[in-house]
């Protein structure tokens, strides 16, 4: 490995988390990440959070491990794949890390300092380089996209997803009610305006327009899983609240087939390439 001796960690695993995760690997570093218990990822099948869920996950030959362990980190670490650990802040255990990526896009700073490593990055919003970290990244669409900032903050957040082909934020779809989902439909599959995609507690998610579904958050699961969790407080399932984003649509169709299966990683490459350049030259 390259840069065997400068650790990385990424805190969040999501599809954007992905791409950054992506560049710095290949590019030799040695890459771990932190991970909610119940990850939030709309668009599981390109984000490395599902090893969460799944043990292991394969992202385009990027493979992510789960761990509960330093030696299971570090044996993730010599086997060149991305080790993944629960843990909502820094696990105690873990080396302070050369490099630290906050990109759990919370649009806003939850808890990172600039002392949490020897370089630290903010993704998008919530951040000020030269306060709470080193180096901020524009992550909102447009000709600023993965622009690095020295000092002060990314574009606000405007609570608006991008436009893309014409729509804005009914691409986004959130839960009507609090409650545990249940999909019919599957990641990568054509819908038609009006098609039940799931439902959240008996309430039907419904398509708004036609399109190609292009992430849904994990399904809650029943039986015995949702029993063992239930015994457990420390491990207590964590259902979407009313409003929580629950699936992506994208209206482009067979297009958002070849964007979701083939180029994926490199829909984001600008703000990793920026990420990946700034390492290089310290």
């Known amino acids: 490995m390259l840069f065997g001796t400068h650790a990385v960690l990424v805190r969040g695993g999501g599809d954007l988390a992905t791409g950054v995760i992506s ?30 869920y799944e043990g292991v996950t394969d ?67 919530g951040f000020v380089a030269g306060d709470d970290c080193h180096l901020v990244v524009e992550t909102m669409r447009g000709h600023r996209l ?13 609570g608006t997803p991008g436009i ?29 305006g009006g098609d039940v995609l799931g439902a959240v507690d008996g309430i039907d998610i419904c398509a708004p327009f036609d399109g190609m579904v292009r992430g849904l958050i994990h399904p809650r699961r029943h039986g015995g899983l949702l029993r063992d969790l239930r015994q457990s407080t420390r491990r207590r399932r964590r259902r979407p609240h009313r409003g929580a984003r629950l699936a992506q649509l994208d209206v482009r169709g067979v297009m958002a087939d070849i964007a979701i299966r083939g180029t994926t990683i490199a829909d984001i490459a600008i703000v990793d390439t920026k990420i990946s350049a700034v390492l290089h030259e310290r």
């Open 164 to 192: 893309v082909a014409g729509r804005g934020a009914e691409r986004v779809i959130r839960s009507p009610a609090d409650g545990t989902v249940m999909w019919r439909r599957q990641i990568g599959e054509t819908v038609v």
């Open 23 to 52: 560049r710095l690997h290949h590019a030799g570093f040695p890459v771990g990440v932190t991970e909610l218990e119940h990850p939030l990822t709309v668009r599981r099948n390109v984000a490395v959070s599902s090893a969460v």
């Open 146 to 158: 993965g622009r690095v900032i020295t000092k002060g903050s990314a574009a606000p957040d405007t």
């Open 59 to 125: 992202v385009q030959g990027l493979v992510a491990r789960h761990v509960t362990t330093a030696s299971e980190w570090r044996d993730a670490i010599v086997r060149t794949q991305i080790p993944v650990v629960v843990n909502e802040s820094i696990p105690p255990w873990l080396p302070r890390p050369t490099v630290l990526v906050d990109a759990r896009l919370a649009k806003r700073n939850i808890d990172t300092t600039k002392h949490d490593g020897s370089l630290v990055i903010g993704l998008g919003p």
